[in-house]
């Protein structure tokens, strides 16, 4: 089978794409024909050597995919061959086959097609639980999501809307805060020309907001928590902006706030009946056409070298896709 391989750590274009054998699953796992792989930032990090998950060598890259079950391990009891699954892990989504854990295996609801798939569980389901079980957004607050123009941060602007949150977009160009608006903001800043903490004062006159999403922390981390209302909640998802910030903590005192951390992938291990649960609510909402992922480009395997450079250089809007094999 063909898959891309990190054999050395180092930017994308050190990738290569090979065959490779074919992998078997163990007693808990489950083989996979990948049909299509979406692309977080997280996999830009690990092919660096800069994620907390750190794969041995040579590994093929690619979190999350969609596909069909070919084969289980004896212990696996909830798919079966033929089966259309959604999977996620540290790795091995961008190969024409790859072994999952069961646990982090699930049906796909019927009808969903697999570009749907691969694209909607990881961001959905790290911005449904950052909101819901870790801020516990109510309806009628406000919310600030930074970095709103990537994966988790769409999601987050479209679950906020759907909440009954009023959501404040921030990205750093107006092409990206359109898109924004489209999927529910009601209030946009342009981060690269506006400053974030006087659009905040003016957006809620002076009141602050209540729960900020942040998947990029660095520079922007500092002026958005001192614009936290009493009892704010800021949500530490992830530092995509390169810099983990340094906090000074009396900001917290003073604000009577709440610094929370949000770890989907671990919170699908701890907390499993609570995140299958989630995913329901998630397919649910995607079924009726209540969510959805917005797509920036599809690319074919031997370009997702070049995939991962416009992650990494912000090129992508929502969620880049990989199409391993044919996705109808």
């Known amino acids: 089978m063909k898959a891309i391989l990190c054999k050395a750590y180092g930017l994308p274009d050190t990738l290569t794409l090979e065959d490779v054998p074919a992998p078997v699953p163990g007693s808990d796992q489950v083989l996979i024909q990948v049909k299509a792989c979406s692309l977080n930032f997280p996999d830009t990090l690990t092919i660096r050597n800069m994620y907390q998950f750190k ?32 999977t996620f892990g540290s790795h091995g989504g961008l190969a024409e086959e ?14 969903m097609d697999f570009i749907t798939g691969a694209s909607t569980m990881y961001a959905f389901g790290t911005s449904y639980h950052a909101l819901k079980d870790r801020a516990r957004l109510k309806t009628g607050e406000t919310l600030l999501v930074l970095g709103a123009a990537g994966g988790v941060g769409l999601a987050a602007v479209e679950l906020g809307k759907l909440l009954g949150a009023t959501v404040i977009a921030a990205a750093s160009s107006d092409e990206k805060l359109a898109i924004c608006q489209e999927k529910g903001a009601t ?13 905040l004062k003016d957006i809620t006159q002076g009141k602050g907001v209540d729960v900020i999403y942040d998947p990029i922390g660095d520079k922007w981390a500092e002026p958005a928590i001192r614009s936290l209302a009493w009892r704010g909640r800021y949500l530490v998802v992830g530092f995509a902006g390169g810099e983990i910030p340094k906090i000074p903590l009396n900001l917290a005192l003073l604000k009577g706030s709440a610094l929370v951390g949000v770890f989907w992938g671990m919170f699908t291990q701890k907390e499993a009946a ?34 991962l450079t416009d992650m990494m250089e912000r090129r992508v809007i929502g969620k880049a896709v990989v199409l391993i094999s044919d996705s109808e």
């Open 274 to 307: 609570l995140s299958r649960q989630n995913m329901q609510d998630i397919a649910d909402w995607t079924m009726a056409g209540k969510i959805s992922p917005h797509i920036s480009k599809l690319y074919s395997l031997a370009e997702a070298p070049q995939a």
């Open 98 to 111: 790859r072994v999952a854990d069961a646990h982090a295996t699930i049906l796909l609801p019927y009808g």
């Open 187 to 199: 209030h946009l800043i342009n981060y690269t020309t506006d400053d974030l903490r006087e659009r």
């Open 55 to 86: 794969p041995t060598l040579p590994f093929s890259p690619g979190s999350e995919s969609s596909g069909v079950v070919k084969a289980v391990g004896t212990d696996v009891t909830h798919v079966k061959p033929g089966d259309h699954v959604f």
